[in-house]
């Protein structure tokens, strides 16, 4: 199979080829056309010349179809032959007086026949026309030599100009494939698991722009396959510590460490319920993914969402002496919304306010209306969010504290799943952090048409 430079090439030449041989050819025939044309031209300005001396001469027509004045002394093969009769020559009567054109001598034409001839003046005054047809031009040897040296102009230049065609070509379809020679090395690379390969844009063209949209699919996928190691590597590490307490308590019951009592079954079962509701959040996150979460929108007052996510939460906040406050704007507008998804968005989302709260602190939600969305605010007094970490608090298994233990908090993915299911809404979510405020988490979602 030919390589698209091959063809590129082929397709160049082909066209050049035909392209020069047409103009070559169109040239030449309109060259030689053009030249006999003018010497007919210089012919029949010698035979007007001819006609109007005879009449001078004469003063009349009378036996001008026998003269030999009309014969030239020096024989000139460019001249027409006379005895070819290629014109015909009428009086002022339209009577015929030189036969030619199959005309015959005495016959009257018609004032249609004679429009279109060549006066014959003498003196400024007409005494005649000739009507003429193209005469058989016999080209001398001369003339013959000029004709050749330009043709074979033509010829050299056609040549030169197809190699010239030929470089030009060649240089051209290696130009125009060599971004697509790069794909697809970059493209095998790929598949070969070269995730760091990229491809030089080198114009702003179709092809650049294939080369720069390959590079971003290829530093999406590349930071894909990093958050899919890093994240098997979280579920791993947040599946063994439960497990781990929960195998260790167990065995130990087993082997008579440890009594069998209610304390250390109530450790078990704590363990097993963190490892279960860890194994939903996945679910959850996953059908998000997958675009299986099933969301089923009504229009809810906002008001309903909050006093509904404070009621949840009120009892663990009074744990920790944490005042959970709700202000709300006049007149808000309904929400479409999955009120039991968006409470579980916002308890999420409370829920992490509250862990980052310190005791005593205050965690306020409150909502208004902004440019034609509802805008729900939840923040916190606490120590609030570095600003470089601010666009990864969303992603899954992040943790403001790392050194934090897993049985003093979350799974990780509560802000996760909240952005999946608030995106789900066709809404927006995002952090903020002011200095010395605690952390604010936003959500706006569309107003009920």
Partial sequence: MRSITVKLLLAFLGITLVSIVLIVLLARWTTDREFRSYLSDQNKTSILNSLADYYVKTGSWQGVETAELLTFPTPDP?????????????????????????????????????????????????????????????????????LNRV??????????????????AFLLSRTLTRPIRELTAATRAVSEGK???????????????????????NAELRRSIELRRQMTADIAHELRTPVSVILGHAEGVHDGVLPPSLETFEIIRDEAARLEHLIEDLRTLSRADAGELPIECHPVLPAKLLEGVRAVNQHRAGQHNISLQIDLDAGLPEINVDPDRMIQVLSNVVDNALRYTPEGGTVRLSVREVEKTVEIRVQDSGPGIPADELGQVFDRFYRGDPSRQRDEGGSGLGLAIAKSIVEKHNGHIWAESPPGEGATIVIRLPRQA
């Fill in 78 to 146: 460019t001249r027409p032959d006379f005895n070819r009769h290629f014109f015909t020559l009428v009086d002022n009567s339209n009577r015929v007086v030189l036969a030619g054109l199959g005309d015959n001598l005495g016959d009257v034409l018609t004032a249609a026949d004679v429009q279109g001839g060549t006066p014959v003046k003498v003196n400024g005054v007409t005494v005649g026309v000739m009507l003429t047809r193209a005469p058989d031009v016999r080209v001398n040897p001369a003339a013959t030599a000029f």
């Fill in 151 to 168: 043709k074979q102009i033509y010829v050299t230049g056609a040549v030169g100009v197809i190699a010239l065609a030929i470089l030009l």
């Fill in 195 to 217: 995730l760091s390969h990229e491809v030089p844009v080198r114009s702003r063209d179709e092809l650049g722009q294939l080369a720069s949209s390959f590079n971003r699919m």
